[in-house]
């Protein structure tokens, strides 16, 4: 089956530095690559997706690339502020539709320093 | 539009006892999915839904845990009888049939066996 690796499983960042997340995954099937955002006792939200048939994907300050080739992917915040501070989770999945089961990575816990 | 909802968000049993959680879809959502995270580690997949049907139970530990979704709408997992390492965070999300969103999740349950 799939199997997702994680990194950092922490990372602090100074306020207005960029943060980056990156993750690993191992079934060449998959082509659907949420990345989640866990705010303190609050559900997991979707905060961006990617698809394979997409290289990278812009969102204000996030981002998301995909590497197909090597199997890899990442999630850049850029101009972090404290409302970034949160655990976030990759996941991925071998349907475009996003109505399969994830396979998520162990999380990042992100924390801005004001 | 009402959310992914959880009953009850904490539960504590003693070990030996059987606990019910309950998940409310978005309505209209066909597909359910439930989902667990044991402490610092990843979410990991128990079941998927597509309204009545259990279209993946590949996930669930054992058959101590039930998960059933009568009439389509909301489901529930029970679990009988609990042990220790059944402790975690339960989450339910839902999503549309057939189209390309992500899943919204609940909020979650923390069980805790003692």
């Known amino acids: 089956g799939e199997n997702v690796e994680q990194h950092p499983s922490t990372l602090s960042v100074q306020e207005g530095d960029s943060a980056v997340i990156k993750c690993t995954y191992s079934?060449?099937?998959?082509?659907?690559f949420p990345w989640y955002k866990q705010e303190l006792g609050k559900r997991p939200q979707l905060i961006i997706d990617?698809?394979?048939?997409?290289g990278e994907k812009k969102d204000q300050r996030i981002a998301v690339t995909l590497n197909k080739t090597a199997k890899h992917f990442s999630l850049h915040i850029t101009e972090t502020q404290p409302e970034d501070s949160a655990v976030y989770f990759c996941?991925?999945?071998?349907?475009?539709?996003?109505?399969?089961?994830?396979?998520f990575g162990t999380g990042t816990r992100l924390t801005i320093i004001p | 539009e009402a959310g992914v909802t959880q009953f009850p968000s904490h539960s504590v049993i003693e070990k030996g006892q059987t606990v019910t959680l309950r998940c409310d879809p978005i309505?209209?959502?066909?597909?359910l999915y439930w989902y667990r995270r044991v402490m610092g580690k990843e979410i990991k997949f128990l079941l998927h839904?597509?309204?009545?049907?259990?279209?993946?139970e590949s996930g669930m530990p054992n058959n101590r845990f039930l998960a059933e979704r009568t009439g389509g709408t909301y489901s529930t997992l029970k679990v009988q009888p609990a042990e220790l390492e059944d402790s975690g965070v339960y989450f339910c999300?839902?999503?549309?049939?057939?189209?390309?969103?992500?899943?919204?999740f609940g909020s979650g349950t923390r069980l805790t066996v003692v």
């Open positions: 999300a839902s999503s549309p049939l057939g189209r390309q969103y992500g899943y919204t």
């Open positions: 079934d060449s099937a998959s082509n659907y």
């Open positions: 990617i698809r394979s048939n997409v």
């Open positions: 996941a991925a999945s071998p349907s475009n539709f996003g109505n399969e089961k994830l396979t």
């Open positions: 309505s209209g959502h066909d597909n």
């Open positions: 839904f597509v309204k009545e049907s259990k279209q993946d």
